[in-house]
T-cell receptor
Framework: AQSVTQPDIHITVSEGASLELRCNYS??????LFWYVQSPGQGLQLLLK??????LVQGIKGFEAEFKRSQSSFNLRKPSVHWSDAAEYFC???????????????FGTGTQLKVEL | GAGVSQSPSNKVTEKGKDVELRCDPI?????LYWYRQSLGQGLEFLIY????????KSGLPSDRFSAERTGGSVSTLTIQRTQQEDSAVYLC????????????FGPGTRLTVT
């Protein structure tokens, strides 16, 4: 069964500082990997996704993530954090879009990001 | 264009009552997912619809939970005889047929069972 681990429950960074949120996954085949962001009272917004090809993927809002198969990781990064980035971030793994079971996602437990001004 | 909408945004119900939660997917999206987000369990997959195919119900936690999707569009998640452990935020997502991996989420329905 697939699983996702986000080891950091809370992270606090200063505005303008760089950010890295960790994500490790377990999946038997090539995974589909995602990062979502959830602001208070809001649904989940897709930041970026990885399926294949270039292991460094760019997303919205200046975020990027790097897929490292050898480490089973898909860490999210941003060079300079803005106060508006404060939110909860979820890493997710999907079985792929072409299986009979659709692409139900397995989520990590989330990392709450606080940004200090 | 319009995103995924869910109603109601908040629902408070008494233990033992039935509730219905509604999801309107993005127009033209053929796939629809329900997830549940709770403090103790995080985000969990519940059920998946794709076009006219039989739904994948593998994530439903008990037979008190059911869902239907009428006309390949609107979906209703029904919880019968609600229990306090059903309190959670219920999220709906939809995706287009050719990009079923790209899920767009609604704002959710916060269910509180008293």
């Amino acid at each position: 069964a697939q699983s996702v681990t986000q080891p950091d429950i809370h992270i606090t960074v200063s505005e303008g500082a760089s950010l890295e949120l960790r994500c490790n996954y377990s999946y038997g085949a090539t995974p589909y990997l995602f990062w979502y962001v959830q602001s208070p009272g809001q649904g989940l917004q897709l930041l970026l996704k990885y399926f294949s090809g270039d292991t460094l993927v760019q997303g919205i809002k200046g975020f990027e993530a790097e897929f490292k198969r050898s480490q089973s990781s898909f860490n999210l990064r941003k060079p300079s954090v803005h106060w508006s980035d404060a939110a909860e971030y979820f890493c997710a793994v999907g079985a792929g879009g072409f299986t009979g079971g659709g692409n139900k996602l397995t989520f990590g437990t989330g990392t709450q990001l606080k940004v200090e001004l | 264009g319009a995103g995924v909408s869910q109603s109601p945004s908040n629902k408070v119900t008494e233990k033992g009552k039935d509730v219905e939660l509604r999801c309107d997917p993005i127009s033209g999206h053929t796939a629809l997912y329900w997830y549940r987000q709770s403090l103790g369990q995080g985000l969990e997959f519940l059920i998946y619809f794709q076009g006219n195919s039989a739904p994948d119900k593998s994530g439903l936690p008990s037979d008190r939970f059911s869902a239907e999707r009428t006309g390949g569009s609107v979906s209703t998640l029904t919880i019968q005889r609600t229990q306090q452990e059903d309190s959670a935020v219920y999220l709906c997502a939809s995706s287009p047929r050719d990009r079923s991996y790209e899920q767009y989420f609604g704002p959710g329905t916060r269910l509180t069972v008293t």
